[in-house]
């Protein structure tokens, strides 16, 4: 895949198949976290993998489904969760810019992964008290974000957006996630 191919079809991703993410897939995407760029090359960026079936188990219920959608269409069901999660973490003991550095390394970690055709979903509506407890942070390690990953069960793909649609994504009619995205006029003054 090329790669605005790979950009252009790693989107989010909230059903998958109960098929495992194998360790080849997760050495990736720790590496792409490890030679992520990063503010004065200061690395504050941790990973905490939740790959066995129990833990990922534990961490469902603490973390919230597309928000733009109803629960009943937005949450997988039992037979469509993730099989991995990643908590992305920030050490707090290093000093920087580390949601820069934090959205730079989720970028990494997501396109690794999709490489290999395993789907993700960042997750920032999350029980950071709960998570923090289960995971066994640290003082100094802050919970960023939680990824859920997995081979996809559904596609998703880009839209125009339009003033009917507006930034929501939606389900079409075969539960397939719509993601309308401005245009590049919109987004873009070339000077």
Known sequence: MD???????????????????????IDDIIEAVRLSSCGANRQAVRLVIASSPEV???????????AYLPPEQGTPKPEEQPTLFVA??????IPGDLDT???IALANLTL????????????GAIDRNKLTQLLGLK????LHTMVAMGYPAHSSRVVPMT????VKYYLDGNRDYCVPKRSAGDIARIL
């Open 163 to 166: 003033e009917a649609t507006g």
């Open 112 to 123: 690794a992964a999709w490489a290999k055709g395993v789907g993700s979903c960042i997750m």
């Open 88 to 93: 992305v973490v920030q050490d707090t003991s």
């Open 139 to 142: 003082e100094n390690e802050k």
């Open 56 to 66: 990922v188990a534990q961490i469902q219920p603490l973390v919230k489904w597309a």
């Open 101 to 103: 550095d934090t959205g």
């Open 3 to 25: 790669l605005m191919e790979l950009l252009t079809t790693r989107r989010t991703y909230r059903r998958f198949t109960q098929k495992p993410v194998p360790a080849d897939v």
